[in-house]
């Protein structure tokens, strides 16, 4: 993914590494209450081999990132509002650790979850 040369060596960012930055980033963010997968194969496959990244997929074509992120939101807040909080923190997360522009977010709502009210 990014590639950077210097007099010691070269240091290369994996996509990987981007989702994992995302996907905790997201967990930190209001209103979400975790994260969901894409489609139900991508479901199995997470499941399978444990990967910490689950929804969310990063793209990157050698100048722009582009993150897709599939979150489920806590019943009773303002959809749009988590939505815009969580692109807001992963850019913000994103674009401090790498160093890197982001291109595009896109937050999708995948589901929403009632809190027990007891």
């Given at each position: 993914?990014?590639?950077?040369?210097?007099?010691?060596?070269?240091?290369?960012?994996?996509?990987?590494?981007?989702?994992?930055?995302?996907?905790?980033?997201?967990?930190?963010?209001?209103?979400?209450?975790?994260?969901?997968?894409?489609?139900?194969?991508?479901?199995?496959?997470?499941t399978?081999?444990?990967?910490?990244t689950?929804?969310?997929?990063?793209?990157?074509?050698?100048?722009?990132?582009?993150?897709?992120?599939?979150?489920?939101?806590?019943?009773?807040t303002?959809?749009?509002?988590?939505?815009?909080?969580?692109?807001?923190?992963?850019?913000?997360?994103?674009?401090?650790?790498?160093?890197?522009?982001?291109?595009?977010?896109?937050?999708?709502?995948?589901?929403?979850?009632?809190?027990?009210?007891?």
């Amino acid at each position: 993914m990014g590639a950077e040369t210097t007099s010691l060596g070269s240091i290369h960012i994996s996509p990987s590494a981007v989702a994992t930055i995302a996907y905790h980033a997201t967990l930190e963010s209001y209103g979400v209450v975790g994260l969901a997968h894409k489609n139900l194969a991508e479901g199995l496959a997470h499941t399978i081999t444990r990967v910490p990244t689950r929804g969310v997929s990063v793209d990157y074509d050698g100048e722009n990132i582009d993150i897709e992120i599939y979150i489920v939101v806590e019943y009773g807040t303002r959809i749009t509002s988590v939505a815009n909080s969580v692109a807001n923190t992963v850019r913000y997360h994103v674009e401090k650790a790498l160093g890197l522009r982001v291109n595009t977010i896109n937050v999708h709502v995948a589901g929403l979850r009632v809190s027990n009210t007891d």
